[in-house]
């Protein structure tokens, strides 16, 4: 890495060293005019209540120091920390909040602009939830679904719906610690009284409510979002793509859809090839409409039609200043108001749309599910009009990449046997076998404060290097993807002799693109995929799999964090600890969690020893689960042969793994 | 690198859909879509498009909705750069191409192509393997005398190398089907060319002169888990699992490959059949799909049987006496006609017995062999015919006299699994041959006696410490040991008459077949032997001592519950336990209430007539309609897979003439319509048993083929014949 990089991505750079030439100051520049305040930053600030902030500093402030009401140090860590959790949480659910009430919609017939376009998916989920199906009317199967849903979000006593999507197992350590979430509306809620003044303040019991809120993320708000998805806009099967700066098109209208939420950005791929819409943009002048997508909202569309992608987090600001983008939606999570300015300076249109989120400055066209394809050729006309004022000022970047992407569980499934052979057993095979040493999911954000996109590439390459496969969500996805490293071809070139063989038998590139950050929950159902084959762990927790997220800065990633690690997953971040301030509060999540549920959360800053830990824990789970050693190009599997006893003593009740394709 | 394998099978699926479609839309021009087709002798249909979609394929419209279904499977070849993913829609295309296969080979039979014939030779194939064939060989399946089945696709690069892969097949006792051609040249020819005998009975089945032909093999292994397996049509994880796990197939394909084959052996991957060739292919390792390597290449032919074997996970235990020419279960239906025959024994036409004695330890010495009689070497090397006794003495600290008959049985398979050695009958009505072939190779009087000593302890380890063999030659010699044998055969018959329910304590499970149908228990009585007819009370007992942990199992009967329909507490405790759980009781001399489950390999059927208040019977094999409305093929499909259906139950042949037979439902006066190959077969038997129960012309009052296929004609047989199920009570 550069010494002066700001981002570990050569087209990022040039736009960045370009905006420094033309006095266009970006987040990479804010990121070092601002340092973190290290008190805050390490979890030792209360700001709970007015008598405050209160710093919690000194020598011995674990032991010593008090707040006014006389809050120790590892009371105000755990407080923050919690609060961060049930921010993430918020955010995913309510996210997917909007998703199950447009099925609602849908099914009801409020929103005639959408369908259900997978109604496999959805018989599939109405399986979990108990709803029958058969011989019944789509809406009326999505009705009853959508309000199953619902329910999870206000739900004030009793268990969430996708409790038992996790293995037997991993519920009974759930249980045994008293961290199922009852309804995700009431964890958040509960979690913000938990941390007002006054009310909860050991942080054992501050933390285990923490996890709680966390599971209600993971396994209720977030997988009810992938799952809703799904139905109304197609389960993600492989598709080819682009990626990087080099997206966008000269001759054509640039419209970039960023930010989170799908159902806008899914109208819009919609009603873009109308030849009404086609027709309008040669008429201002141009050959055409080229749709492109910034952040998760891209991630969404490139999954399920493989629309292009501008990258991750930090790409948003040197987008705008490319000088192509005629107009850019934005909804919620992860936008920077940054952009309402600089797109000031450049022609560029920025639309705010969800009627949650303003940016002074900025156009506002609120998004309504009732007339959806109305409001996406609203918007893309304004992109249209727009191009006849694009000036030649920006950084113009040729540079693009191919992604292959579209791996959702169900794909993974199917990919590893087909129709009628869908299943994890080549995955957990390759894993006994030790061709593939483990799995890692590379997720969370990219980051302004490290050479950003650097550390996720530093990690991909190495991990495939140690035959470990990566599946990958989010930026962190982006980062591979912006990186040129979603294709099969880096399998051959770059993967360990193990992975390298298992990817080429099937023909997938060593890291998978699951989806947005709230796709993570698609990890949670293949990890549980995983135990159910079996062979391995029979619950998640135990199994050689690792989260990392190497860049993350959202309290999202936090929330996401916390409910791996209460999964039974491990899980790695970058930069510094947001509760290092506290040594009981950091024994808490690592120690303390991984002897109660297997996973752990821990913060290191240095990537090599990042990489190191991970191979560590996979190394470990391979043994306790009394895997062969794992040795780079030496693997098969230990041939058992069967005469016929043998043959008379195989399990009776065999259950394969229910496959959907 | 697997791309290649991948692009090559969906490239062939296309090919085969859009082939079988042509045709389909050919023939269905010439004889409407209402046209019905059933392959020979199946109660299943298309059985690989019936067991994976529970469609049945009646009709020529029919086999348009299945290619559908087929077209629904294809997908675009990967391409060269940036290709997504390929192995599972390889794998779908394998699938479509199992369908597109099974509809071309059909309309194939519609316009009177299959089974193919060789247009040179007029050599005929076996074409489609019917239902008949596969039960018959249940047992074989299940006891480890057919452990495999190889698959050979194409030819060798010469005559001697198919010659020497299949012999070596034939030793390890798989079954292998042959079929394709490189250029028109193919293992069937190539061994045809050389003498070898082709057929069921020598194990090497040449199925068709294409690729495509293949399918014959992988619609008979996925009947086993429609049959054996109880699985249903349409589960088709299940059935895959089942195959992958339990069904030891694998593909050797000599020569270049092409896309077909590659399509093929897509389709048999997804039934976990691994394959393997000896050119310079590429090769998937990674495991999951199969059990073990998907595809793998192995140059050198004399290694490639063993990698094979290896690579599907199969374990194979020989046991081959010290002799000069080959041993093995693949020999025993090698038939030596009078040209090939260098000597005779028996047969009406010398003196000839064969005798198992049970001896002292102290009595005899282990593993030798005497030949007695002047001059018995110039006589043997004469030719011809010579008089014969061979004595097998066995002694042993767990040898019982019941075992005698139990050991001397196996006589037969002893002989006649040496290449070139012949065998039939048993005692002293036996018949044997040695064929020049064998004479050339070296083999000699001693070496009969070799091979009962060694196969003798082979078999009946445990039980056998000491075998010593005697083979008298000289025709007084003969004579007066048969005089002898004849007293021990009739004792023997005597012990085996007082051998009832009642009077022993202790029945027999037989669980061989659970290897296939996993539910499945047979329970045996002395006077109900198991249903495939292989196993009675003795073997049961024989084989316990031999392996106590073995597909054999005591089961002490316990107290009896009731009398009549043969329910024991002992038999339901050890039920629940042996079943998994899927059977919890049993009427053992009943068909109307919890009555024998049934693995598959049943030599008979009974199935209730209502409307005659009595029953029916008919052995597998038995093609025609019976008054039950169905083939025995059907029958069959509703009986096997380890369930109990009142009314229908699999038996033995032998148990039609035991005094338990339907004892609860009122015997043998049940019995309204039976086959002609049945009645004639059991005749003298059944004949005492009918005097016994009163109705000594029963026989004559029991329907059969000739008299009616329908329940009307039956019914009308029935009343006119006076038969005393008419007025018997009723069944239901």
């Known amino acids: 890495m550069d010494k002066a990089a700001k981002s570990a991505n050569k087209e990022a750079e040039q736009i960045i060293d370009w905006g420094k030439a033309h006095g266009i100051e970006t987040c990479f520049d804010r990121a070092e005019k601002i340092k973190p305040c290290p008190i805050g930053a390490s979890g030792a600030c209360c700001k709970v209540c007015h008598m405050g902030p209160c710093r919690l500093v000194g020598k011995n402030a674990e032991e010593e120091a008090r707040g006014v009401c006389g809050a120790t140090l590892p009371t105000v860590a755990a407080r923050n920390f919690l609060r961060m959790i049930a921010a993430g949480t918020a955010a995913h659910s309510d996210h997917a909040r909007g998703m199950a009430f447009t099925l609602l919609a849908v099914a009801t017939g409020q929103a005639k602009d959408f369908k259900i376009t997978d109604v496999r998916k959805l018989y599939r989920v109405a399986g979990y939830l108990n709803i029958e199906f058969e011989g019944r009317e789509v809406n009326a199967v999505a009705k009853d679904v959508a309000e199953k849903l619902i329910e999870d979000f206000g739900r004030q006593r009793g268990e969430i719906n996708y409790l038992k999507r996790a293995p037997k197992k991993t519920q009974e350590r759930w249980r045994k610690w008293g961290i199922i979430p009852r309804g995700i509306d009431r964890e958040v809620c509960e979690t913000m009284h938990r941390t007002h003044i006054g009310v909860d303040h050991d942080p054992d019991h501050l933390l285990t409510q923490g996890l709680r809120t966390a599971l209600a993320d993971g396994w209720a708000g977030s997988m009810i979002s992938t799952d809703v998805t799904d139905i109304l806009f197609g389960t993600p099967q492989p598709v080819k793509a682009e990626a990087s700066f080099g997206i966008f098109k000269k001759d054509e209208v640039n419209l970039v859809v960023h930010g989170h939420e799908p159902l806008l950005a899914e109208t819009i791929v919609d009603v873009v090839s109308e030849p009404e819409m086609t027709a309008y943009a040669k008429s201002k002048g141009a050959k055409g409409i080229n749709l492109a997508g910034m952040c998760c909202t891209a991630n969404e569309v490139l999954m399920r039609h493989g629309i292009p992608t501008a990258g991750g987090f930090t790409n948003q600001e040197l987008g705008i200043m490319t000088g192509l983008i005629d107009a850019l939606t934005v909804d919620v999570q992860c936008i920077m108001p940054a952009i309402a300015d600089l797109s000031k300076k450049f022609h560029t249109k920025v639309i705010t749309t969800s009627e949650k989120a303003k940016i002074q400055g900025a156009m506002h066209i609120e998004f309504d599910e009732h007339r959806a394809k109305e409001i996406a050729r609203e918007i893309i006309k304004i992109a249209i009009d727009n191009f006849q004022n694009r000036k030649a000022y920006g950084e113009h970047i040729t540079e693009k990449f191919p992604v292959i992407a579209g791996f959702s569980h169900e794909y993974i499934e199917y990919m590893q046997g087909g129709k009628w052979r869908a299943s994890f057993r080549p995955l957990n095979d390759a894993i006994i076998a030790g061709r593939i040493r483990g799995v890692v999911g590379l997720a969370g954000c990219d980051n302004p404060r490290v050479p950003s996109t650097g550390l996720h590439r530093f990690l991909a390459t190495e991990l495939i290097k140690h035959d470990v496969l990566i599946v990958s969500t989010g930026c962190g996805a982006a980062a591979c993807g912006t990186a040129g490293y979603l294709t099969p071809e880096m399998a051959l070139e770059n993967a360990g002799p193990g992975l390298r063989e298992v990817c080429e038998a099937i023909g997938i590139p060593p890291i998978l693109h699951l989806g947005a950050c709230v796709d993570n929950s698609r990890i949670l159902t293949i990890a549980s995929a995983m135990a159910e084959e079996g062979g391995l762990s029979d619950e998640i927790g135990g199994m050689p799999a690792v989260g990392i997220a190497p860049e993350w800065m959202s309290e999202k990633a936090i929330a996401i964090g916390c409910y791996f690690a209460a999964s039974g997953v491990p899980v790695i971040f970058g930069g510094e600890s947001p509760v290092e301030a506290s040594k009981e509060v950091t024994r808490i999540l690592t120690e303390v969690w991984f002897e109660r549920f297997k996973g752990a959360l821990h913060f290191e800053p240095d990537p090599e020893k990042i990489l190191e830990m991970a191979l560590d824990y996979i190394d470990k789970a391979r043994e306790a689960l009394k895997l062969k050693k794992y040795e780079p190009g030496k693997f098969g599997a230990e041939r058992v042969l069967m005469d016929m006893a043998a043959r008379r003593e195989i399990e009776r009740a065999a259950k394969p793994h229910i496959g959907i394709y | ?732």
């Open chain 2, 1 to 732: 690198m697997s791309k290649l394998i991948a692009s090559a099978a969906i490239r062939g699926a296309h090919t085969l859909v859009k082939q079988a479609e042509e045709l389909l839309e050919k023939t269905t021009a010439e004889k409407g879509k209402d046209f019905t087709f059933e392959f020979p002798d199946t109660a299943f249909y298309l059985p690989m498009i019936y067991a994976m979609t529970a469609f049945p394929v009646k009709t020529l419209g029919d086999m348009k909705v299945a290619l559908g279904m087929a077209r629904e499977l294809l997908h675009d070849e990967p391409e060269d750069h940036l290709w997504k993913p390929y192995l599972g829609e390889a794998l779908d295309s394998g699938m479509a191409t199992l369908f597109a296969e099974e509809i071309l080979l059909a309309l194939k039979y519609i316009n009177g192509l299959e089974p193919a014939k060789d247009p040179e030779t007029g050599f005929v194939y076996n074409g489609f393997i019917t239902d008949t064939i596969q039960r018959n060989l249940g047992i074989q399946l299940v006891d480890g005398t057919m452990p495999g089945f190889a698959a050979i696709i194409g030819a060798a690069p010469n005559d001697d190398i198919a010659v020497n892969i299949v012999r070596e097949l034939q030793e390890k006792n798989i079954l292998t089907f042959l079929s394709g051609n490189v250029n028109g040249n193919s293992v069937t020819k190539q061994l045809l060319r050389n003498g070898v005998e082709l057929g069921w009975d020598t194990r090497i089945v040449p199925l068709g002169p294409d690729t495509e032909h293949t399918l014959y093999a992988l619609d008979w292994a996925i009947r086993a888990s429609l049959i054996f397996g109880g699985k249903k049509p349409g589960d088709y994880k299940e059935h895959l699992k089942y195959q992958k796990d339990r069904v030891f197939a694998f593909a050797v394909v000599l020569g270049e490959l092409d896309d077909i084959i590659w399509t093929t052996g897509a389709g048999a991957i997804n039934m976990g059949f691994p394959a393997i060739a000896d050119t310079d292919i590429p090769v998937i390792h990674p495991t999951g799909v199969c059990i073990y390597e998907e595809v793998d290449k192995e140059l050198d032919h004399g290694k490639i049987v063993q990698r094979a074997i290896e690579q599907r996970g199969l374990k194979i235990t020989i046991e081959k006496p010290p002799i000069p020419v080959a041993y093995g279960p693949a020999f025993e239906g090698e038939r030596i006609r009078k040209e090939d025959m260098f000597i005779e024994f028996g047969g009406q036409r010398t003196p000839s017995l064969e005798w198992v004695r049970m001896k002292e330890l102290n009595e005899i010495e282990d593993n030798k062999v005497i030949v007695v009689g002047d001059g018995w070497k110039e006589k043997y090397e004469k030719g011809g015919q010579m008089p014969l006794a061979i004595v097998i003495d066995a002694a042993g600290r767990k040898m019982q006299k019941d075992f005698e008959s139990i050991i001397e049985r196996k006589v037969h398979h002893n002989i006649n699994e040496a290449q070139g050695l012949w065998h039939m009958g048993q005692r002293d009505l036996n018949w044997i041959r040695i064929s020049s072939n064998a004479k050339k190779e070296g083999v000699t009087l001693e070496h009969i006696g070799v091979i009962m000593a060694t196969m003798t302890h082979h078999r009946f380890k445990s039980i056998v410490d000491k075998v010593q063999v005697t083979i008298y030659t000289d025709e007084k010699d003969v004579l007066a040991i048969q005089e002898e044998a004849r007293k021990a055969y009739k004792e023997r018959d005597k012990r085996l008459g007082s051998l009832t329910d009642e009077a022993v304590d202790i029945f027999y499970s037989c669980l061989l077949c659970q290897s296939f149908a996993p539910s499945h228990v047979c329970v045996i009585s002395p006077e109900r032997l198991g249903l495939c007819g292989a196993y009675n009370w003795l073997d049961g007992k024989a084989a316990y001592e031999i392996d106590p942990t073995g597909g054999n199992q005591p089961i002490p009967k316990g107290a009896l519950m009731d009398a009549r329909y043969g329910r024991y507490t002992g038999i339901d405790e050890y039920l629940k336990k042996a079943s998994g759980g899927a059977v919890e009781t049993l009427n053992l001399y009943t068909i109307m209430e919890n009555p024998m489950t049934s693995c598959g390999c049943f030599e008979c059927i009974i199935a209730i007539i209502p409307e005659a208040n009595g029953i029916m019977i008919v052995q597998r094999g038995h093609t025609g309609m019976t008054p039950a409305g169905m083939k025995f093929s059907t029958l069959a499909g509703s009986v096997g897979g380890g369930t109990q259906n009142p009314g229908f139950m699999g038996i033995g042949r032998n148990f039609i003439i035991s005094k338990k037979f339907l004892h609860g439902d009122g015997g043998i006066k049940r019995i309204v319509w039976m086959t002609k190959n049945l009645k004639e077969g059991l005749k003298d038997e059944f004949s005492k048993r009918a005097a016994e129960e009163g109705v000594p012309d029963l026989l004559d009052k029991i329907a059969d083929e000739t008299v009616a296929e329908d329940s009307e004609k039956l019914l009308e047989f029935l009343t006119q014949a006076g038969h005393p199920a008419l007025t018997m009570d009723p069944m239901l």
